[in-house]
């Protein structure tokens, strides 16, 4: 049976892995002069889920690590991809944020 928990992990490692390619494929083609991944793709991937995956590749790459406001961005996005994972994994605080949400469209 697929959990809700299940389908998070796969998620996680399919954002993240998507970003950490693509922030390594720009380094590469920085390095020589070529076609670069743009800002939005990467911020966007991260965005989606896959902002850890962002940041070890900044950090393993060393790409994009004093770039503002690339840097600040990718660190805001890990905070809030950690906070969906929690929402998205532990009932209660799911249950909750559904609530919320419920009574936000009403």
């Given at each position: 049976?697929i ?12 954002t ?12 590469r083609?920085?390095?020589r002069?070529s076609w ?5 793709t990467?911020l966007?991937?991260a965005f ?8 070890y590749?900044?950090?393993v ?7 503002e406001?690339?840097?600040s ?5 890990v905070?809030?991809n950690?906070?969906l994972y929690?929402v998205?994994i ?6 909750r944020a559904l ?5 936000l469209l009403?």
């Amino acid at each position: 049976m697929i959990t809700p928990f299940v389908v998070v992990v796969i998620w996680f490692q399919i954002t993240c892995s998507v970003c950490a390619l693509l922030m390594a494929w720009d380094k590469r083609c920085a390095q020589r002069h070529s076609w670069r991944v743009s800002e939005n793709t990467l911020l966007t991937w991260a965005f989606l889920g896959g902002a850890l995956g962002g940041k070890y590749a900044q950090w393993v790459c060393r790409h994009k690590t004093s770039k503002e406001p690339f840097r600040s961005s990718l660190n805001a996005l890990v905070c809030w991809n950690t906070i969906l994972y929690l929402v998205a994994i532990v009932p209660p605080l799911r249950e909750r944020a559904l609530f919320v949400l419920g009574n936000l469209l009403l």
